[in-house]
């Protein structure tokens, strides 16, 4: 098992435990008269919903009434409470189909209604088969792994089962043998639902943290599974943590207005009641996935599923919990209080990277487009058309960089010669510098003429890459002989297009200060080594690029056809027959 750091040995524990010590001997002594006069009496069948717990155990809603039958209770004269059998209950509104198991009180599939997964299915975030392995959602985490197993398996008492519509709440109880387990749950109309839990054991109240122990039913290959990540802010500061980098079994102490597990397009997330006084431990694991989810028979291959159990270390810990996905307008939509210094939302939920700035206002224009085309796929080329033709100016001022610097091209060359005859060290090597600066001056030569404007277009290109990688939007939207914008091409025709085309533009953009030999490497080099980037990603991505590189052909050889252009070829051509004739 991975190392972890037991919450209870940081300081000031030991005071706080001593605190919950004296509080339960007191609540103890309170109580005993009157477990001698209601214990010994069996509880009536009709009483079976109200039965009552030790005081220490809360409750959420007391006046909530939810209609359905009552597991079967098994009430043995030493005060146990369980069921005799596994029942289900199923809890419903516009948004999903919550199907609990009353074996541990934990989630069996989480329906979202209104996406569904690549087989055209309704979306089940519940990893089915990685949650057989480690865990289900809403299971508890605790130290304690012989501890963590019976909580999980046993039979709880559900306050209803069958079908239950929201808003409603759904209560599980179980006790044996000196433990007291009490879930509450509270659903409205909304992705959100309320989470109570509380474990007593021998009269000590237990860390026990509820989790989502085993990543998202949607990750179904292990491009979807590189893509989980643990997550969690505090005020403005919001923190994205890689599978790579995440340690399974740690302990992470907070405060977090929220924290859980996500990955591009999905996220479970805890909403604590005190961000103060929350711990998140992370969960990794090792599982098998299908190399080809459409494809079961054609083998495994090793991957990690990533999990996250978020709780109060004191003991009773009260969440929200958020399960669905990370669209804007949805995301928006959910309040976060506690969070200061930044939007009491779960936005920052999508990560649109470090040019944020340019990304969200891109992305924000990207779906004023779709209003008026019906489709992504053409949002995207008409955006990435307006994109290209922007950026036409910077093409221009570079191969004007590029051209007045080959220019004085040949005078540089004559000043090189001149201290060629001096090693690196000499001090007289600094006079080159000097007589090469004042000659780009003299004829109003930048030296960063060729490259600033690339390197402007830099943040643009990226912030437009990172948005469609984060656009829930493009999940499953269609375009041409393209079924999901957000998956890779089915046919790789786009990536085709794009190594196609760049080598065209390779070759038609005059490169007046590269030798030949080094030219048509990389005129082969550049593209091929782009079609591998670009061979899993995203159709969208694909689809912008290779579009780009489509209409920059055209830009290059009107651009070819102007005096600028035609000079540059001229000194290209002039400078690859000098290179032959040596």
């Not at 923190?239 to 102490?253: C, D, L, M, R």
């Not at 690339?454 to 079924?483: E, T």
């Not at 990536?495 to 200060?513: A, F, K, Y």
Request: hydrophobic share 40%; net charge positive; glycine share 6%.
């Amino acid at each position: 098992m991975p190392e972890y750091q037991n919450p209870q040995q940081d300081p000031g524990s030991e005071r706080r435990l001593l605190i919950v010590f004296a509080l339960t001997f007191f609540v103890i002594l309170l109580a005993q008269p009157l477990l001698k006069k209601y214990l010994p009496q069996p509880p009536a069948p009709a009483a079976a919903k109200q039965t009552e717990l030790p005081a220490a155990l809360p409750q959420v809603a007391q006046n909530s009434t939810i209609q359905g039958t009552v597991s079967k209770v098994n009430a043995a004269p030493g005060g146990e409470k369980q069921a005799t059998a596994e029942t289900e209950t199923v809890v419903e509104n516009n948004f999903y189909r919550i199907t609990f198991t009353n074996r541990g009180a934990q989630v069996k599939s989480w329906i979202l209604k209104k996406y569904d997964d690549d087989a055209g299915h309704p979306l089940d975030l519940v990893n089915q088969a990685a949650s057989a392995q480690y865990g289900y959602p809403l299971s508890l985490w605790t130290y304690d792994e012989a501890q963590r197993n019976q909580l999980n398996s046993a039979l709880y008492v559900a306050s209803s089962s069958g079908a239950i519509n929201a808003p409603a709440d759904l209560t599980f109880e179980y006790s044996a043998q000196n433990l007291l387990v009490r879930k509450t749950f509270h659903f409205d109309n909304s992705y959100v639902i309320g989470v109570e839990t509380s474990v007593v054991s021998g009269g000590s109240t237990v860390t026990a943290y509820p989790a989502w122990p085993a990543g998202l039913g949607d990750e179904n290959s292990p491009i979807s599974f590189h893509a989980a990540q643990i997550e969690y802010q505090f005020n403005d500061k919001t923190t994205q943590v890689p599978i790579k980098k995440v340690s399974g079994g740690a302990t992470e102490h907070g405060p977090y207005n929220w924290a859980g597990v996500g990955d591009s397009y999905f996220a479970a997330v805890f909403l604590p009641a005190n961000p103060q006084n929350v711990t998140l431990i992370t969960l990794r694991n090792a599982l098998q996935i299908p190399k080809n989810p459409s494809k079961p028979s054609d083998g495994t291959t090793p991957t990690d599923v990533l999990g996250a159990a978020v709780g109060n270390p004191s003991g009773v810990t009260s969440n929200r919990l958020y399960v669905g996905p990370k669209s804007l307008d949805v995301l928006q939509s959910i309040p976060v209080p506690t969070i200061a210094g930044a939007e009491q939302d779960l936005r920052t939920l999508i990560n649109f990277g470090t040019f944020s700035f340019i990304a969200k206002p891109l992305f924000a224009w990207l779906r004023w487009t779709y209003k008026y085309t019906h489709n992504w796929g053409w949002a995207i080329v008409l955006q990435t058309l307006v994109i290209t033709l922007a950026l036409l100016p910077l093409r221009i001022s570079s191969m004007k960089s590029a051209l007045k610097m080959q220019r004085i091209q040949p005078q540089m060359n004559a000043i090189k010669d001149k201290y060629k005859k001096y090693s690196m060290r000499d001090p007289r090597r600094q006079e080159m510098n000097v007589e090469i600066g004042a000659l780009m001056k003299q004829e109003g030569v930048s030296p960063l003429g060729g490259c600033l404007p690339l390197v402007i277009q830099l943040p643009f290109i990226w912030a437009y890459y990172k948005m469609l990688g984060v656009a829930i939007d493009l999940r499953h939207a269609h375009w041409f002989w393209i079924s999901d914008l957000s998956s890779r091409d089915p046919y790789f025709l786009l990536p085709i297009v794009l190594v196609i085309s760049m080598v065209i533009t390779q070759r038609m953009t005059p490169q007046t200060g590269m030798d030949p030999a080094q030219q048509k490497m990389m005129n082969i080099t550049m593209p091929l080594m782009m079609g591998f980037i670009f061979f899993n990603l995203a159709a969208g991505l694909n689809l912008y690029y290779a579009e780009s590189n489509l209409i920059t052909i055209i830009q290059q050889a009107v651009m070819n056809r102007t005096s600028l252009g035609r000079e540059m070829r001229e000194i290209a051509a002039k400078r690859a027959r000098k290179k032959q004739l040596k």
